[in-house]
């Protein structure tokens, strides 16, 4: 096989951001002694040699990012009431305005994935972010229903990236022996930001009218916006290399010099199709990825649907006032805390393994958060009754919250790990299946809660999560067997 068609056949691929760089590595080992203008990746070049400093901060920054993405989803429920009566429609339509934004968060990674494997993670940000700010406009001064909720699904699209390219940014900065803990702190932002919403909206909406939450997000995007651009490297090596190249060729004014991108085959039209169409595949056509994101849409379906259902239980049962009731969802943000707390104990379960651990070994985080989710929801559910104390659903929320983390955490740990030739589609797959959910889940919430009442709808979703419950025990002990017959799983 020549240099060009193995350096094809590498990048013809989705990429796994946690195995570029060794793949590239490799690559180049083989081929750099006899061709003499591939670029090659110098010790200054990559990006795990930044100081920790400087890759913590990057990580930091990036979570902000996709935290004020997640924040703007959730941020809607509250200001539900005030576009009803501003744009002269139902409570259910208004409802619209959390379910646009969710499914551009949906379908935007099928676009950005393959841009940020063309492009790079940094032109990827930028654009996204700067779009994302752009397009908040049309939100904020809508004239009309129709406008606000087309707006909704643009800026969900443009948010995306920092729900799918993002971890592979992370990846990038730390090998597979310490990357657990910067991942943790990255993955708990998409579920926090959710959380954060209320919170924020709750308090602004008690002192001014619903639109200004929307002018305070846009501040806080502009923001976000311009520590992006200042501090925020490029992190991905193909594009880094690639860069490389075209200093060289400049520099020393011999065109021959390349990266091994420069000489990738295809179209971005033809990466954007498979990236499209492969997430569906793997869907259709691997029981363990279906029943996994199965798993993950339900519980993140239940999160955004507790948006509906936490005013029905604390303003109609309790009589809070909208900033009191954005103040309870603090118990679904302290058991996510909680349970990053806890990574330090998950890592020296890694260790025994060289920090290489088989995937399977992911899933017993998500075991215990198997266990946490339907025993908060039951918890929750039972102590809706006015008699009982407020406080009550209050605590309930943080097993619940924990449980979350530790489910969400684990399964995407496992299918990058056990999906690695495809890990970017088996993300995307799930990506996909979470945001229908979560797009769908607060459209019904309110018809559901007022036929079955607080305690009945509750206990009903989390009989839903108890039979999910034993997928992480199942999948633990028949794992490595299912692998090895999967046509898309590593073996």
């Known amino acids: 096989m020549s240099t060009l068609e193995k350096i094809s056949e590498s990048f013809e691929r989705p990429h796994d951001a946690a195995t570029t760089e060794t793949d590239v590595s490799a690559l180049q080992l083989e081929n750099a002694e006899s061709d003499s203008h591939l670029v090659v990746l110098e010790p200054e070049d990559n990006p795990q040699n930044m100081s920790l400093f400087r890759r913590w901060l990057t990580v930091l920054i990036i979570s902000s990012a996709s935290l004020c993405v997640a924040c703007a989803s959730s941020i809607a429920a509250f200001t539900e009431q005030g576009a009803a009566q501003t744009f002269h429609v139902s409570r259910e339509v208004s409802v619209l305005g959390i379910s646009m934004f969710v499914a551009g968060l949906g379908t935007g990674p099928l676009l950005v994935g393959p841009l940020s494997e063309m492009y790079g993670r940094n032109a990827v940000y930028q654009t996204s972010y700067a779009s994302f700010f752009v397009f908040t406009f049309p939100v904020v001064f809508a004239p009309d229903i129709a406008v606000f909720l087309v707006f909704r699904f643009i800026t969900g699209f443009c948010g995306s990236a920092f729900l799918s ?51 305070v997000q846009l501040c806080w995007i502009f923001a976000e916006f311009l520590i992006l651009v200042i501090f925020v490297p490029e992190t991905y090596v193909p594009v880094i290399l690639k860069k490389k190249a075209k200093r060289l060729r400049e520099s020393t004014g011999d065109p021959k010099f390349y990266a091994p991108l420069d000489r990738q085959e295809g179209t971005l039209t033809s990466a954007i199709l498979v990236s499209c169409y492969r997430p569906f595949q793997l869907l259709l056509f691997d029981r363990m990825a279906l029943l996994l994101d199965s798993w993950n849409a339900l519980l993140l379906g239940i999160l955004y649907l507790a948006f509906q ?162 997928l992480p025990f199942v999948f633990y002990r028949i794992g490595a067997r299912l692998r090895k017959n999967s046509r898309f799983a590593a073996h």
Not at 171 to 194: H, L
Not at 206 to 215: D, G, K, P, S
Not at 388 to 393: F, G, S, T
């Open 165 to 215: 390219v993002a971890g592979g940014s992370v990846s990038d900065m730390f090998p597979n022996s310490t990357v657990a803990s910067p991942m943790a702190v990255y993955t708990i932002s998409p579920f926090i930001g959710p959380v954060a919403g209320p919170l924020i909206a709750g308090y602004i909406l008690h002192n001014l009218y619903w639109e200004w939450t929307y002018r």
């Open 309 to 470: 259902a936490y005013p029905i239980i604390f303003e109609d049962i309790h009589g809070f006032n909208m900033q009191s009731t954005g103040l309870t969802f603090i118990g679904i943000g302290l058991g996510n805390i909680s349970a990053l707390a806890t990574q330090p104990f998950w890592n020296r379960g890694s260790a025994k393994y060289n920090g290489d651990p088989p995937p399977e070994m992911r899933l017993i985080m998500g075991q215990v958060g198997a266990i946490l989710v339907p025993l908060g929801l039951f918890w929750l559910a039972f102590t809706t009754y006015p008699q009982v104390h407020w406080i009550a659903p209050v605590i309930a929320s943080v097993p619940f919250g924990a449980g979350v983390y530790f489910v969400f955490t684990s399964t995407f740990t496992y299918l990058v790990t056990a999906y690695r030739p495809i890990a970017a589609s088996a993300m995307a797959s799930n990506s996909a299946l979470r945001s229908a959910f979560a797009a769908a889940f607060p459209l019904f919430a309110g018809a559901m809660y007022n036929r079955l009442g607080t305690v009945g709808a509750t206990a009903l979703l989390a009989g839903l999560t108890t039979i999910m419950a034993p």
